[in-house]
């Protein structure tokens, strides 16, 4: 995910930025969000899903299609924000794992 993390961002701008995807300002469970369909950045994505799965074969665990624009995931800025997040959290599980085993 790392390596494509430039890429995600720049399709990310092209979507939050494209005029003729309009937004709906919308409570979403999540307090109000700007609600928006992104089509770049679901393209994009549905080609780093395929390309891990098929990395990690048969023992690939988790959804397999990428969902944007609904209440889970408002718009494409609140999906890369998630995923710049994974690092953050996995990082000092890693170092303490790390720390024990080696």
């Known amino acids: 995910m790392a390596p494509c993390m430039f890429r995600l961002w720049h399709v990310v701008e092209e979507d939050m930025l494209d005029q003729r995807s309009p937004y709906r300002y919308r409570y979403t ?8 369909s992104a089509p770049r950045i679901s393209q994009e994505m ?3 899903l395929k390309q891990a799965m098929s990395e990690v074969g048969r023992s690939w665990v988790g959804l397999s299609v990428v969902h944007l624009g609904d209440n889970d995931v408002p718009n494409a800025l609140n999906f890369i924000d998630k995923y710049t997040q994974v ?16």
């Open 29 to 36: 469970g999540q307090g109000y969000n700007r609600v928006q």
């Open 87 to 102: 690092s953050r959290i996995i990082n000092p599980i890693v170092k303490c794992i790390e720390g024990a085993f080696f």
């Open 46 to 48: 549905g080609k780093v």
